[in-house]
């Protein structure tokens, strides 16, 4: 009988393991320009031709390579970075493997430029085949020319998208990879045209060039914290400017982008006081961990990684977040953020700051919450300002939203609910308009926080379906749920069983078992999670009648509020003041 089990060819072997690594043309240029950081550049300049299909083309001034060098660069497993599996546990830099080069002959035609000592010398892999060095002329640093990427491997050139679209992923690589090494000038030009210069700059410098309609410059700062083994940098963005999505929320761990969603989380968590719920902040953490306490051996692009000391991390980097955060508090409700220059927005000079404002309006789509109820308000009227038959109107002189008030002294009169949802009261010389299911949802969250809610017995458990990891979970966090009011257990076979809940959660057992299997956050965060939900569903409702008792408690509870938002983020109050009013309706002051 014969064998059907066969030892496959070495050509045919390092085309499947080339894919493992390289799958489109951003693994091309990740790879490059990791050996370029590791080789010491100072400058670095990317091309790219037909999406970088067609062409990649990597200059570095870097240390160069040898003949002997590039005569073994390109075979499996060369590197000079580690030697034994010792190094792997102080490893600084970003490849490690050895599979890049080998890969990228693999799959594509290949040339390599490298000056070293004032000796240059080229490499050409075609087929496999890998030339002898050949004496050349060049500059000092490396040249590699990796062109018809997966000329070899037709299974896999099918399945790559249009050029348009993976040039798009290559730049986003270019950016990510140069974003953690500002002191390096980059240089990306796409089909024979310079698209994106990056000079040397400080590291919230990089952060704006690179990405500059994330945020402006004189709203960014840069914050740093240093713990046991590691150090936490920020460049964060002020709260009033932020996004409909976490494009711009990035984590870097030893200068590689990483998808870590704990670390992602922990930056929003920071915000959430001061961010309504469905918008999310700019925020960029970069992190430096002790070699011997992350593992980063455990995906071809090193996109991810395991930490030892992970929950520290965490705990370290809301704090960084909160603490950067708290330079705005002090606005509730006494004061308010001051507004930036156009010069700090990094824009003109202020005779053309109205024309560069429509400029950043044009460009950013995603819709801007204010951080406080003084700057809601400023936004409001700057808006009317903009409505020509309002503008028209406006008292000479008074530009409504410029006087900033805190709340004023004095008696609340309450005057009615409308629509069913929002409280009026005045107070002093300003009317104030609540939301009525916001502000019982951020009362009852402070009473469930400070008051542990009274627990009630299950008279008939609640079955649920756990996985293996969300049953690992529950375990783990056994003590913090059964100090949070929650008892559960194994039921029938392959079910699990909710015992025991906090009263004010009774009707909420299916929202409870979600929670119970979250499998993310840290024990802070997770109490937060359940006090806010609890509260959303006691909380009055749009539409819900209330009596004048009630709401004269709400008023007076919200008002007196250091920080005046729900659990969820959103203001509790709308303020305007009787010069504003006056000035809406064309009245003399």
Known sequence: MNSQVRILKESVARKIAAGEVIDRPN????????????????????????????????????????????????????????????????????GFRGEALSSIAASSRLEIISSRDAESWKLSVLDGRV?????????????????????????????LKQPASEGTLC?????????????????LSINGKVRTVLPPSDLKGRVCSAYPDACPPGMMVERKTILEGAQITIIAGRPEWNRSDRRFIQVYANNRRIDEYAFVQAMQYGYDELLPGGVFPVCFAFLEVDPALVDFNIHPAKREARFRNKGALHHELVNLVKDFLREFHPVFPGTTLPEATQQELGGPSPGVAAKQRTNWDRSMPQRSYPATPEAQTQRFTELVRETAPLRSQLHPGEVPGEAVHPVPEGEIRYMGQIMGVFLLAEVGDSLFILDQHAAHEKMLFER?????????????????????????????????????????GPGQVGMWEITALPRAALSMESEIADF????????????KELYATMSCRNAIKEGDPIDPGAAMKLLENSLSLENPRCPHGRLLWFRLSRNELYGLVGRLV
Request: glycine share 6%; proline share 7%; aromatic share 8%.
């Open 27 to 94: 693994s091309i240029v990740r790879e490059l320009i990791d050996n370029a950081i590791d080789a010491g550049s100072s400058r670095i300049d990317l091309t790219l031709e037909g999406g970088g299909i067609d062409r990649i083309r990597l200059v570095d001034d870097g240390r160069g390579m040898s003949a002997e060098d590039l005569k073994l660069c390109c075979l499996p497993h060369a590197t000079s970075k580690i030697i034994t599996e010792d190094d792997l546990m102080t490893i600084r830099s970003l």
């Open 131 to 159: 030339t002898d060095p050949v004496p050349w002329r060049g500059d000092k640093g490396t040249i590699v020319d990796a062109q018809d990427l997966f000329y070899s491997i037709p299974a896999r050139r099918k399945f």
């Open 171 to 187: 730049r986003k690589t270019f950016l990510e990879k140069a974003l953690p090494f500002p002191e390096i000038h980059f240089q």
């Open 448 to 488: 469930y926080k400070n008051e542990l809610p009274p627990r009630q017995d299950q008279l008939i458990p609640f079955e649920f379906e756990a996985s293996e990891e969300e049953i690992r979970f529950m375990e783990a966090h056994r003590p913090l749920f059964e100090g949070l009011g929650i008892s559960f």
């Open 516 to 527: 119970l299997k979250c499998r993310k956050g840290s024990p802070a965060e997770l109490q």
